[in-house]
């Protein structure tokens, strides 16, 4: 089994800082791509960041110079840096984890079960 555990949510005012962890753990013979996605209410996930194994890096155009996507091997952990935060940026956060648990087996998904950043003032 694999778990997927995040951190670092929170309220934070307009232009302030935050920074997420998803940390894996359990039976995982390989990590391939990271990422986080994001939850506003009423509105569908949408893809914040992702990181490759080649740390290659996809942004959102709306997060794009403010928030930073990077990833820990030996700690299977990833972590999204958010700076300059805006009240749009309010959603539930969700890690994302595409993975190997054995050498033959196949490519898993595995979400993180979310946290909470809300912007406001």
């Known amino acids: 089994q694999v778990q997927l555990v995040e951190s670092g949510g929170g309220l934070v005012q307009p232009g302030g800082s935050l920074r997420l962890s998803c940390a894996a753990s359990?039976?995982?013979?390989?990590?391939?791509?990271m990422g986080w996605y994001r939850q506003a209410p009423g509105k569908q996930r949408e893809l914040v960041a992702t990181v490759t194994t080649g740390v290659t890096t996809n942004y959102a155009d709306s997060v794009k110079g403010r928030f930073t996507i990077s990833r820990d091997n030996a700690k299977n952990t990833v972590y999204l840096q958010m700076n300059s935060l805006k009240p749009e940026d309010t959603a539930v956060y969700y890690c994302?984890?595409?993975?190997?648990?054995?050498?033959?087996?196949?490519?898993?998904?595995?979400w993180g079960q979310g946290t909470q950043v809300t912007v406001s003032s």
């Open positions: 359990g039976r995982i013979f390989s990590i391939n791509a």
């Open positions: 994302k984890v595409d993975l190997k648990r054995v050498y033959v087996g196949p490519l898993e998904h595995y």
